[in-house]
C-alpha cells in the first residue's frame, strides 16, 4: 500500500473535488438538486461523504429575476388578436339580423353571414339559395316580374336587388354612374372637345337616391332601344348572308356549266370515245 499524506488529502477537501457536478442557473437546479439527495440517501457511505462535500461546495439556488434586456411588449405576443370585421361583414350582420326573429336565430345568423363573406369563391347563401328555389314566374310579385321584364328587354339578366346586400347595391351603383361618366367624356371628346377631369368632392350633397334613380332610368331607356337596333342588325346580317350563300351556288353551279359546255365543245366530232367503236 502507498503511504497517504494527511496534509495534502486536507487540503484537497478543501477545494472543489472534480467529480463534483457544476452548479447550474435557473429553474431547473432545485429538481437536480432534490435528485442528488435522493440517490445520496441510498448509497454507502463514500458516496455519501462525496455527496455532502458537494452539497457544501455547490452554492444556494436563488430565484429567477427578471432582467432589464428583457422586451417589455413580449408580453402581448401571445394575446389573441381580434381583427375588425370589413364594411362588407357588417352589412351583411344588419341584413341577416333584420330578417331574423329570434335572439337565437340572430347568432346563428351573423356566424353564418361572415363565414359566408369570408369564403372567397363559396356561390350563394343556403337563404338564397331556398329563396330562388322556392321563386316561379307564376309566384312573382309585381316589382320581380317587372324586373323579369326588364331583363328581356335589355337582352341580359339584370342584378336582382333581393339577392345582394345594401353594400353590394351601393358599389353597382356607383359602378353605373362612373361607367356614364365615361361614356360622356368619350361624346365630348368626338365633337372636338376636353371635357372637365373628374374631382373627388366630399361635401357634395346633390347626388341622391332620386338622382341615381333617374340616371338608372334613363341609362335603362338607352340600353333597351340599343338592344333593339342590335336585334334588327343581326336579322339584317343573317338575311344578308343566306343571300350571299345562296348567289355563291348559283355563280358557281353556272361557272360549273359553262366550263363543261366549253370543253364539249373543244372535243373535235371525228374523235369518238373508244367503247362506241
Given at each position: 500500500?502507498?503511504?497517504?499524506?494527511?496534509?495534502?488529502?486536507?487540503?484537497?477537501?478543501?477545494?472543489?473535488?472534480?467529480?463534483?457536478?457544476?452548479?447550474?442557473?435557473?429553474?431547473?437546479?432545485?429538481?437536480?438538486?432534490?435528485?442528488?439527495?435522493?440517490?445520496?440517501?441510498?448509497?454507502?457511505?463514500?458516496?455519501s461523504?462525496?455527496?455532502?462535500?458537494?452539497?457544501?461546495?455547490?452554492?444556494?439556488?436563488?430565484?429567477?429575476?427578471?432582467?432589464?434586456?428583457?422586451?417589455?411588449?413580449?408580453?402581448?405576443?401571445?394575446?389573441?388578436?381580434?381583427?375588425?370585421?370589413?364594411?362588407?361583414?357588417?352589412?351583411?350582420?344588419?341584413?341577416?339580423?333584420?330578417e331574423?326573429?329570434?335572439?337565437?336565430?340572430?347568432?346563428?345568423?351573423?356566424?353564418?353571414?361572415?363565414?359566408?363573406s369570408?369564403?372567397?369563391?363559396?356561390?350563394?347563401?343556403?337563404?338564397?339559395?331556398?329563396?330562388?328555389?322556392?321563386?316561379?314566374?307564376?309566384?312573382?310579385?309585381?316589382?320581380?316580374?317587372?324586373?323579369?321584364?326588364?331583363?328581356?328587354?335589355?337582352?341580359?339578366?339584370?342584378?336582382?336587388?333581393?339577392?345582394?346586400?345594401?353594400?353590394?347595391?351601393?358599389?353597382?351603383?356607383?359602378?353605373?354612374?362612373?361607367?356614364?361618366?365615361?361614356?360622356?367624356?368619350?361624346?365630348?371628346?368626338?365633337?372636338?372637345?376636353?371635357?372637365?377631369?373628374?374631382?373627388?368632392?366630399?361635401?357634395?350633397?346633390?347626388?341622391?337616391?332620386?338622382?341615381?334613380?333617374?340616371?338608372?332610368v334613363?341609362?335603362?331607356?338607352?340600353?333597351?332601344?340599343?338592344?333593339?337596333?342590335?336585334?334588327?342588325?343581326?336579322?339584317?346580317?343573317?338575311?344578308?348572308?343566306?343571300?350571299?350563300?345562296?348567289?355563291?351556288?348559283?355563280?358557281?353551279?353556272?361557272?360549273f356549266?359553262?366550263?363543261?359546255?366549253?370543253?364539249?365543245?373543244?372535243?373535235?366530232?371525228?374523235?369518238?370515245?373508244?367503247?362506241?367503236?
Amino acid at each position: 500500500m502507498w503511504p497517504v499524506n494527511t496534509a495534502q488529502y486536507e487540503s484537497g477537501c478543501s477545494e472543489l473535488p472534480l467529480y463534483a457536478p457544476m452548479p447550474l442557473n435557473g429553474p431547473a437546479y432545485p429538481r437536480l438538486l432534490s435528485n442528488i439527495e435522493d440517490d445520496a440517501s441510498n448509497t454507502s457511505g463514500t458516496t455519501s461523504f462525496a455527496s455532502h462535500e458537494s452539497d457544501a461546495a455547490i452554492p444556494e439556488a436563488k430565484p429567477y429575476a427578471a432582467t432589464d434586456e428583457e422586451n417589455p411588449l413580449d408580453v402581448y405576443l401571445d394575446a389573441p388578436q381580434i381583427l375588425f370585421p370589413t364594411p362588407s361583414e357588417l352589412l351583411s350582420d344588419l341584413n341577416t339580423r333584420s330578417e331574423s326573429g329570434g335572439g337565437a336565430a340572430q347568432v346563428d345568423a351573423q356566424e353564418k353571414s361572415r363565414s359566408t363573406s369570408m369564403s372567397s369563391s363559396s356561390g350563394p347563401s343556403l337563404a338564397k339559395r331556398k329563396r330562388e328555389s322556392r321563386e316561379k314566374p307564376e309566384n312573382l310579385n309585381q316589382r320581380k316580374a317587372y324586373f323579369r321584364a326588364v331583363s328581356e328587354n335589355v337582352g341580359f339578366t339584370i342584378t336582382d336587388p333581393d339577392t345582394i346586400t345594401s353594400h353590394d347595391k351601393k358599389r353597382s351603383y356607383l359602378e353605373c354612374l362612373e361607367e356614364y361618366v365615361q361614356w360622356l367624356h368619350e361624346q365630348i371628346r368626338l365633337v372636338g372637345h376636353e371635357p372637365v377631369p373628374l374631382e373627388r368632392i366630399s361635401t357634395y350633397r346633390g347626388l341622391r337616391n332620386n338622382s341615381l334613380r333617374t340616371m338608372l332610368v334613363h341609362m335603362q331607356t338607352t340600353i333597351r332601344d340599343r338592344n333593339v337596333q342590335k336585334q334588327r342588325a343581326e336579322e339584317r346580317f343573317l338575311e344578308l348572308e343566306s343571300a350571299l350563300m345562296m348567289r355563291t351556288a348559283a355563280e358557281e353551279s353556272l361557272q360549273f356549266r359553262r366550263h363543261s359546255i366549253a370543253i364539249g365543245a373543244a372535243i373535235p366530232s371525228s374523235i369518238a370515245p373508244g367503247f362506241m367503236g
